[in-house]
């Protein structure tokens, strides 16, 4: 998390037509964010969530951030240092909410099976609900990463993924239940991408199939299916 500058310090605010002035966040809305900075802070990675993953880093303007916040232009410079460091902000969150989620999976006491089930489902549901989560994903991708490799904490963010997948595997082996030359890597790819491609192909894939693969009436039967896929593998003679 990027550090909060003290309230009354000057902040160079580059406008997004890249002129350069000098500014004091000292406004009644710079006052009152300073009271509450977690919640201002909050309020804006949420709404600028939405603008980047609805129109791309290039097509988010901040002053239309801003306008749908309870704080100005001067105060998202004052916590974000400029565009860029509020969307790679807005990265940050969006992984490490997958990452925490993962983290919940039981992996030392349930069944290796049931713990790959379980994590499975768990990004098959985060997934479903998190569309801005897949299209940052998407837009990221379009920029080859470029604003992930500048982050500060993004790529510490793979260990507790793998980790914790890393463990059910070393558990289902010595149980004689998984196959001995599985990557941990290719699972996590394996179920990033049905999950990932069920929300970031919905239209396109209706459009050409008619099927919405995310009609809830087809929603356990995609649920279950990258299970039995994730465990067919895992399974299967090497």
Same mark, same amino acid.
């Given at each position: 998390m990027?550090k909060?500058?003290?309230?009354g310090?000057k902040?160079?605010?580059r406008s997004?037509?890249?002129?350069l002035a000098?500014?004091t966040?000292d406004s009644?809305?710079a006052?009152?964010?300073a ?6 802070r909050?309020?804006?990675l949420?709404? &600028?969530? $939405?603008?980047?993953?609805d129109?791309g880093? =290039?097509g988010?303007r901040?002053?239309?951030?801003? @306008?749908? +916040? #309870?704080?100005t ?10 565009k ?8 940050e ?7 925490a ?7 030392e006491h349930?069944?290796?099976?049931e713990?790959?089930?379980?994590l499975t489902?768990?990004t098959?549901d ?6 801005d ?9 379009i920029?080859? &990463?470029? $604003? ?6 993004? =790529?510490g963010?793979?260990?507790p993924?793998l980790? @914790?997948? +890393? #463990?059910?595997l070393?558990?289902?082996?010595a149980?004689?239940?998984f ?7 290719d699972v996590h790819?394996?179920i ?6 069920r929300?970031a192909?919905?239209?396109t ?22 299970g ?11």
């Amino acid at each position: 998390m990027r550090k909060v500058r003290e309230p009354g310090t000057k902040v160079n605010l580059r406008s997004e037509g890249g002129s350069l002035a000098t500014q004091t966040p000292d406004s009644p809305v710079a006052a009152s964010a300073a009271r509450d900075p977690e919640r201002t802070r909050s309020e804006i990675l949420a709404v &600028a969530t $939405h603008e980047f993953a609805d129109k791309g880093f =290039a097509g988010a303007r901040v002053d239309e951030i801003a @306008a749908k +916040t #309870r704080t100005t232009k001067r105060m998202i410079y004052y916590y974000f240092g400029g565009k860029e460091g509020l969307y790679i902000s807005v990265l940050e969150q969006a992984y490490t909410g997958i990452r925490a989620l993962e983290q919940q999976v039981d992996v030392e006491h349930l069944d290796p099976a049931e713990a790959i089930r379980q994590l499975t489902a768990l990004t098959f549901d985060h997934h479903e609900s998190h569309p801005d989560f897949i299209r940052l994903v998407s837009i990221e991708n379009i920029h080859r &990463a470029r $604003h992930i490799a500048r982050s500060e904490i993004l =790529a510490g963010l793979a260990n507790p993924a793998l980790d @914790a997948l +890393t #463990r059910i595997l070393d558990r289902g082996r010595a149980a004689g239940r998984f196959r001995d030359d599985v990557d941990p890597i290719d699972v996590h790819m394996m179920i990033s991408a049905f999950c990932v491609f069920r929300t970031a192909n919905r239209y396109t894939f209706n459009a050409i199939f008619k099927r919405d693969m995310l009609d809830p009436a087809r929603r356990d039967h995609y649920r279950t299916m990258i299970g039995d896929l994730v465990l067919e593998y895992l399974t299967a003679s090497g």
